[in-house]
């Protein structure tokens, strides 16, 4: 049996194939741990796991997450003399990138993805583009513009913090705008919902420029939550793209919105066939 996780702060999505079919449950977000020992004393037969982590992961080590506390670093050792299970781990958004280049069958692809965060995956030739400890690919980090709170980073000018999901509620509790996270019907509602909905939208078009001017990408996909309540983003980004992006990164660019309804796990779940038997 095999089982592929995307694990979250808050939540973790299990899918399990055996000879028995496919299962798939959501759990609360327990120890990494606990969770692979549960599954293995309820499947004895689970010799095969990949995960989708929602944190800084190297080459098999958790090395730092923002939202999750780490139970053990070593997870792929752990996992391997305490339960004989062969396991991959990926950052979660790495595995969202996996996921869009087999979807969109285009090896040079940048996921750039708004949810409660705002990060990137960077596939290249196929592969996925690590940097020297995992951090590649943390467009929501780069500087932007000062806001009147600091980030999780540390710092208090973040691209994240105008164009994600928590920078939207934060910027919503300082304002004291009421509006939801429909940029549209905030821009409707002018005043400060508008300037924060704006603000969003530039922050979107700032992070795509970047990342094709960096990465050379022939496809962006923009996904996560945000993205997906605001699908008319695609159009918007893509009318602003050339003030900002250098245009010979532009020839040949294409942006499309995710298609994927759970791109971690289905990246997940192609993490699975790389582990050897
Ligand atoms: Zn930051």
């Known amino acids: 049996m095999r089982a592929a996780i995307d694990y979250g702060g808050t939540y973790a999505r299990v899918w399990l194939s055996g000879e028995e079919g496919i299962e798939r449950f959501d759990t609360p977000s327990w120890p990494l741990t606990r969770l692979l020992e ?6 004895p037969s689970l010799r095969e796991t990949a995960v989708a982590y929602a944190g800084q992961v190297y080459e098999g080590l958790i090395l730092s997450a ?21 396991l991959r781990i990926e950052n979660d958004l790495n595995c969202a990138a ?13 996921a750039l993805y708004s949810g409660t965060g705002l990060g990137a995956g960077i596939v ?8 020297y400890r995992g951090m590649a690919g943390e467009i929501g980090h780069i500087p932007y513009q000062r806001a009147p709170f600091r980030c999780g980073c540390g710092k208090d000018n973040c691209l994240e ?11 919503r509790e300082h304002l004291g705008c009421g509006c ?9 509602a002018g005043g400060s919902c508008r300037e924060i909905a704006d603000f969003f939208i530039m922050g979107m078009v700032y992070a795509a420029a970047t990342l094709a001017t960096l990465c050379n990408p022939r496809l962006i996909v923009l996904g ?6 605001n699908p008319w983003l695609a159009d918007r ?4 793209l050339p003030r900002y992006a250098m245009p010979a990164a532009l020839e040949g660019l294409r942006l499309e919105i995710s298609a994927i309804k759970e791109a971690p796990l289905e990246g997940a779940k192609l993490l699975l066939d790389t582990i050897k038997p």
């Open 237 to 240: 980004v893509s009318e602003l």
């Open 124 to 131: 290249e030739r196929g592969a996925i583009f690590h940097g």
């Open 98 to 110: 996996l996921a869009e280049s087999h979807y969109w069958n285009e090896p040079n692809l940048v």
């Open 180 to 188: 939801d996270f429909r940029l549209d019907t905030m821009r409707r």
């Open 224 to 229: 996560g939550g945000i993205v997906a309540k």
């Open 66 to 86: 923002p939202n999750i506390d780490i139970d053990e670093p070593d997870i792929v050792r752990w996992a391997e003399t305490s339960l004989r299970v062969k």
């Open 161 to 171: 913090l105008h164009a994600s999901g928590n920078g939207l509620r934060r910027w």
């Open 38 to 43: 549960h599954l293995k004393a309820r499947y």
